[in-house]
């Protein structure tokens, strides 16, 4: 059962556009909400990350809206550039034990067209 | 600082077969990970480790053994492969102190069990 659910799959965006990419959660424990950014070939890496104590937070192009009460957040990313064209998967964690395990969404595949 | 690294980069087995994956940190990493990503499903924690000496299951862990002799090393392996562990395998590792949360991940090892 995907305890973090993504979509769309796959998002092509013209160069200057938006880039909405969804997730939503059922766990309430969750207190740790991460993006991470993977080109092919690469592991993936944490982009921008946000706790449920907080509605939005900014970094650069790249924003992070959370809906605690839906259970939901987003990543939206502003004047997409062709650089962004990668897979991003939204992730959430529990503490426990000591370490911050993550689950992570299916992925959505982003192509920025030039 | 190399971050994560793992090998092999690329291996072939045969159903039956054994083979052990290798990560390596050098950022003194208290918490290491090992994953697995496949197509449509995102990334699956297997097992995690808390530090030296201690292993624990994670989300998908029938099938692989784990071991961490070395605070650096974290050892995959698994005793007799079959076609579904057919994946890319990402190892990550993560502090303990300051920016806990955050994940650091290898560049991936491919297995294709034949």
């Known amino acids: 059962q995907q305890q973090v659910k993504q979509s769309p799959q796959s998002l092509i965006v013209q160069k200057g556009g938006i880039s909405i990419i969804n997730c939503a959660y059922e766990n309430t424990a969750f207190d740790y909400f991460p993006w991470y950014q993977q080109f092919p070939g690469k592991g993936p890496a944490l982009l921008i990350a946000?706790?449920?104590?907080?509605s939005e937070k900014k970094e650069g192009r790249f924003t992070i809206s959370f809906n605690k009460s839906a259970k939901q957040f987003s990543l939206h990313i502003m004047d997409s550039q062709p650089g962004d064209s990668a897979t991003y998967f939204c992730?959430?964690?529990?503490?426990?034990?000591?370490?911050?395990?993550?689950?992570f969404g299916t992925g959505t595949r982003l192509t920025v067209i030039p | 600082n190399a971050g994560v690294t793992q090998t092999p980069k690329f291996r072939v087995l045969k159903t039956g077969q054994s083979m052990t994956l290798l990560c390596a940190q050098d950022m003194n990493h208290e918490y290491m990970y090992w994953y697995r990503q496949d197509p449509g499903m995102g990334l699956r924690l297997i097992h995690y480790s808390v530090g030296e000496g201690t292993t624990a299951k994670g989300e998908v862990p029938d099938g692989y053994n784990v071991s961490r002799l070395k605070k650096q090393n974290f050892l995959l392996g698994l005793e007799s492969a079959a076609p579904s562990q057919t994946s890319v395998y990402f190892c990550?590792?993560?502090?303990?102190?300051?920016?806990?949360?955050?994940?650091?991940f290898g560049p991936g090892t491919r297995l294709l069990v034949l």
């Open positions: 990550a590792s993560s502090p303990v102190a300051g920016n806990q949360e955050t994940q650091y």
């Open positions: 992730a959430a964690s529990i503490v426990y034990t000591g370490a911050n395990n993550l689950f």
């Open positions: 946000i706790r449920p104590d907080v």
